[in-house]
């Protein structure tokens, strides 16, 4: 599957502001969580909507509703959280996991620490949230940990994406859908994603 990036003014906008290194925690934990909502919402285009029947003010009628049920949503911690908050505030309802992962400074490898999910998550779409796909190994070890637990269909939502993590996600999950709300230039030599906007988690959490 091809990537999908948001090519809209204000996600333009608001990443420039993101990208700024004179941007402060609280402006870039409320950007993180507007742009997250953004993605959510293309991601979602295709959800399934229920018949239900309700009252208005003036009469019965028949809507169209989404079932939340159907969905679980995923940060890999801990910059992930910066984008959840975003999430629960479009679709309040759905079940929230949490994946563990941290990167080797040396390697560069991810490294599992910590997994907790709905026990009926392989009854639901899973959309994995991090701010960043730098290198694609955290993205990776995520997506099979999921499908390891019998989850038919992943999309992976995040902030900024580098072309090299792009690469060895699709290939490696071809059937994952990606959205980001932008693709970048490159990474340097040690991982981190250029022009980027540093360390996402440190700056989601103030720690710099």
Do not use: W
């Not at 018949?51 to 910059?79: C, G």
């Not at 560069?108 to 960043?132: A, S």
């Not at 490159?186 to 994603?193: A, K, P, S």
């Amino acid at each position: 599957m091809k990537t999908i990036e948001l090519n809209h003014p204000l996600i333009e906008h608001k990443v420039a502001i993101l990208r700024n290194k004179r941007t402060g925690t609280k402006e870039f934990r409320e950007l993180a969580e507007e742009i997250a909502m953004f993605l959510c919402y293309e991601a979602m285009k295709d959800a399934k909507l229920d018949d239900v029947q309700i009252e208005t003010p003036m009469a019965s009628t028949n809507v169209k509703m989404i079932n939340e049920d159907r969905y679980a949503f995923v940060p890999i911690l801990r910059a992930g959280l910066g984008m959840s908050n975003g999430i629960t505030k479009i679709v309040p309802n759905a079940k929230i996991g949490v994946i563990g992962l941290y990167r080797n400074e040396e390697t560069l490898e991810p490294v599992r620490y910590y997994y907790k999910v709905p026990k009926d998550i392989k009854d639901r779409e899973v959309i994995l949230l991090d701010p960043m796909l730098a290198t694609g190994g955290s993205a990776i070890d995520a997506i099979k940990m999921i499908k390891e637990d019998g989850v038919k269909k992943i999309k992976f939502l995040c902030l900024i994406a580098a072309p090299e993590g792009l690469k060895k996600v699709e290939e490696t999950y071809p059937d994952v859908q990606i959205y980001c709300a932008k693709i970048d230039n490159h990474l340097n030599d040690i991982g981190y994603i250029v022009p980027g906007l540093g360390d996402a988690g440190d700056r989601i959490f103030g720690i710099r």
